[in-house]
Structure formats: C-alpha cells, structure tokens
C-alpha cells in the first residue's frame, strides 16, 4: 500500500492506494484557515495516523508554488506554510521509505492520464478549477516538471491584462482571478447577487448572502435555475477559461484538457462558454482538435494521483535522487 496525501486550501486528505489504483481506506479534514504552520502540521499528522501502518511509500500533492524536490512548500491558499519543510517532516514520520511530492495540480493531471479520461493521451492538460486553479502537463506521456516543478500553471497565465484584478502571485488579471471560485463569488457579490439559500435555510436570501460559507458552488446551482448575474460570473469564468487553454494548446500541441475540481460540476454555464471561446481562439489547424472534458476521477484524483507517483513507474517521476 501506499500512503496518498492531498493538501487543499480547504480540505486535507489521505489515504490508503493499492497498486492498481484502488482506494483502500480514506480520510479528510478541514484545513484549518489563518492557521500557523505547526497547526496545520498536526492537523495533517492527526489525519494520517490511522493509515499509518505498514506503506511501502508516500505520495502527496500540495499546492503550489514549492521547492522541488526537496519538497518546501509555500501555498498561496495556505498562508501559515511558506517554505514548509513538509517532505522533510514526513520522512522523519516515515523513516525507511520513499517520500515523493508534487504539485496537487499535477497530481490531479497524473491521476487522469492515470487511471481516468486521459488515458492514452500523448499531450494533454490536467486541470484543477476549484480554491484556486492549476495544471499538469503531460507531454509524450510524461509528466513534464519543469526547472523547478512548477511547469503547469495555467491558473497565472494572464487573461485580463489591462482590467483584471490584483492575484495572490502579485500580478494582474490571472486567470485564477476570473475563474477559481472564491474570484467567482467575489465577482457575483458585488454585481448584485443574491444567493439562493440551501433547501431548509431560513435566514432568507439577505443573511444567507452575508455568510462567508457561500460557495462557487452555489453559484454554479444558481446560475443553472437561470439568474442573471450567476450567468454573467460563469460566462466570465468560462470565456477566461477558453482562452487560456487556447494558449496552452498553441505553445504545447494539446490533444485533451480535463478539468477537474469543484467547479467541474457547473455544467454548461461554465462549458458552454469555454467552448465558444476556445473555438474562438484556437483558429491553427493543429489546435482545432483539441478536446475539453470533465474529469473522470472525482474527488479521489488527487490521492490517486499522488501514489502514481511512486506506483507508475519513472512516467510521472523521473528523479533519480528523490
């Protein structure tokens, strides 16, 4: 067995993953927010103790960005880890067997071509729309590091450059500004939307729109019943979405983008509008056939994804000194 680790802004998971990619035994927990790092470290570890008996190995997938592979971890969505020794402290709490960790992106990307709808690809994107979002390039059926580990992130590529809004990388007009989900529900919030509130919720739409747990995902809900400004957010999303993967497509000669995360579920609110403008910007021949599709994996990508690091062989991991 392998011991699977998946860090979110939101949520923390692991579990146990056998060698055909079969999920085992699973946990989760809250990422704890404005936490200080020791804090979210014994979150993690209080998660793993009951998978942790006898593994083979260790795989996580943290976001990014990270030092690679020494696995020094600086989430943008994590503030209370910047420069985290995480691999280093799972080793000491795994002492004798391999600890490998990437991107949660790529993690997500590895798991599709994997063991989801990427199989067989020779060239495709894996990305994650969700807290934030990210990539996972796999490049003649390889996954492609990059200098640092970082190669894949889609989510700063610039899709707004002269109106966008202000990132947490520091630059401006991000895609991740247009289409993760909390840019999404900062956008709708202050066009005027009116959250619809949860079946058996009776704070009436004014309080349920000053709770901070209001999600893209009701909006993605909303959009689908037909508002107006729930439609405008995802059309936005989708349009900056089709954009940059229009871009990618061009510099990489993609075949297939799956998108994963939590947003994947809104259906075509968001996709209707992705396609139209992809369509729109991918006019080179060669970048006509590339193909959009949900992820097929759900929420166990990123665990499945993280074992593949260490299950399947050097296609997705290629050092030789880590």
């Known amino acids: 067995m392998i011991l699977a680790i998946d860090v979110g802004g939101t949520k923390m998971a692991a579990g146990l993953i056998a060698r055909d990619g079969s999920v ?13 790092a020791e804090t979210l470290w014994r979150t993690l570890a209080d998660l793993v103790e009951p998978l942790s008996g006898e593994v083979e ?5 943290c976001g990014g960005p990270m030092i690679w592979p020494d696995g020094e971890v600086s989430p943008l969505n994590i503030p209370g880890w910047r420069r985290f020794p995480l691999r ?10 391999p600890v490998r960790l990437h991107n949660d992106a790529a993690c997500l990307a590895v798991a599709e071509h994997w063991r989801g709808a990427g199989q067989g690809s020779q060239a495709m994107l894996g990305m994650v729309v969700s807290t934030g979002v990210g990539g ?8 492609v590091d990059g200098r640092t580990g970082n190669a894949g992130h889609i989510g700063h590529v610039v899709v707004e450059p002269e109106r966008g809004s202000r990132c947490g990388c ?4 991000c895609l991740e500004t247009v289409a993760s989900g909390p840019a999404l529900v900062t956008w709708a919030l202050a066009h005027g939307w009116t959250p619809h509130p949860a079946p058996g919720d009776n704070r009436g739409r004014a309080g349920y729109r000053e709770d901070r747990r209001v999600t893209a995902r009701v909006l993605a809900a909303d959009a689908r019943d037909g508002n107006p400004v729930a439609l405008r957010a995802m059309e936005r999303a989708g349009r900056g979405l089709g954009v940059a993967i229009a871009s990618a497509t061009h510099l990489c000669d993609l075949d297939l983008v799956t998108i994963g995360g939590g947003l994947a579920q809104a259906g075509e609110p968001l996709f209707w509008p992705l396609e139209e403008a992809l369509r729109q910007h991918a006019r080179m021949g060669f970048a006509r056939r590339v193909k959009v599709v949900p ?10 994804g993280a074992a593949a690091l260490l299950l399947a062989g050097d296609a997705y991991w290629g050092r030789t000194d880590a």
Do not use: K, M
């Not at 085992?24 to 200080?36: N, V």
């Not at 190995?57 to 997938?61: E, F, H």
């Not at 996972?136 to 996954?143: F, P």
């Open 24 to 36: 085992a035994a699973s946990g989760r927990a809250t990422t704890p927010q404005g936490a200080d």
């Open 170 to 173: 520091g630059g401006t007009g």
């Open 295 to 304: 992820a097929a994996l759900g929420q166990e990508a990123g665990l499945v």
């Open 57 to 61: 190995g260790v795989g996580v997938g």
């Open 136 to 143: 996972g390039l796999i490049l003649n059926g390889r996954l």
């Open 88 to 97: 280093a402290r799972l080793t000491a709490r795994f002492p004798g067997v």
